[in-house]
């Protein structure tokens, strides 16, 4: 989702040697392979900590690569309301309520109602700034939220449990979250680059999540720290946040958003597919119904939007 709103804000370039499809295939493969990686982690790592830990190595990588680069500047005061937006109501709520679900339901369930943030921006869009939608976005909008209320429906979740409930609701309130930052990145008048202002963002959400994850979950000195911990802390944060979003930014634009919302559709299948290799998450029929028709949703959105 990063990726696509990206491409929508610079134009497409084409290049000589085009391994722009080899860079994000590599991309939406570390961000699918994330979910498991941030489950195990979550066995260790209390949720608000590990988000926290998230950002904050995240933002060290891209503070020291930007500065290597000579391109390390303080935000624009033009640039402030999306640096506010993207991290305190992206990688802030988003992330944390994100972890905080992960401890009470499993990968799957997760990354797939993560993933429904498409279809609420076409909600919210038309609620907030009377951006009517046609026929086929409002149909792409059904088909969505037809699969969510699978997902959500007694007959997959277990609504006897608080956990399941407080659960899916957290990863609902997330991705409509999301949703809204994605409406303001697509008006708002960019000054510096998405690349450029990144590492301010990840600080912006470092700190409170820190703050908040101090407050609730007390100091992390129950944390066993280890090898494996370490190797995964790293892959979650320098990797699949850090790295992803350089090839997001420098490979985005090089093709159109409609291009870049196909290719993001394989994050929820990568991330579901290796949540039942490594974390043997089991599907059912009723998930498995909800699974297509909210990738049918996102990916008809994408289309409907390229249309217009």
């Known amino acids: 989702m990063i990726a ?42 209390p949720p608000l900590w590990l988000a926290a830990f998230r950002f904050g190595s995240a933002g060290i990588c891209l503070f020291a690569f930007l500065a290597a680069k000579g391109q390390l500047r303080l935000p624009k005061r033009a640039d402030m309301p999306i640096v506010g937006s993207i991290g305190l109501m992206q990688m802030m709520t988003f992330t944390g309520l994100g972890m905080i679900a992960m401890t009470k339901t499993d990968t799957s369930h997760s990354v797939l109602l993560a993933y429904t943030t498409p279809l609420w921006s076409v909600l ?46 957290f990863l609902l309130i997330g991705a409509i979250s999301w949703s809204l930052v994605i409406l303001h990145v697509r008006r708002h008048r960019w000054v510096s680059s998405p690349l450029a202002l990144a590492p301010w963002q990840m600080l912006l959400a470092t700190v409170p999540l820190a703050g908040l994850a101090w407050g609730i979950e007390g100091a992390p000195h129950g944390i066993t720290w280890s090898p494996e911990l370490l190797v995964l802390l790293g892959f979650i944060g320098p990797v699949a946040t850090s790295a992803c979003f350089v090839i997001s930014a420098e490979q985005g634009r090089r093709i159109s958003a409609f291009a870049m919302s196909n290719f993001t559709l394989g994050v929820p299948l990568i991330g579901i597919a290796s949540s039942v290799w490594l974390l043997g998450n089991r599907l059912s029929p009723v998930f498995l119904a909800g699974l297509v028709l909210v990738l049918a949703g996102v990916a008809l959105a994408g289309l409907a939007a390229r249309r217009r």
């Open 4 to 45: 696509m709103a990206l491409a929508e804000m610079t134009p497409s370039r084409p290049v000589a040697a085009n391994t722009t499809p080899l860079w994000l295939l590599a991309m939406v493969t570390l961000w699918g392979l994330s979910w498991p990686a941030t489950q195990i982690a979550l066995l260790n790592v």
């Open 124 to 169: 919210l869009g038309w609620l907030l700034f009377r951006d009517r939608p046609g026929r086929a976005q409002l149909a792409a909008v059904l088909t969505g939220v037809a699969g969510v209320a699978l997902v959500c429906s007694p007959a997959e979740t277990d609504w006897s449990s608080a956990d399941a409930r407080l659960g899916a609701a």
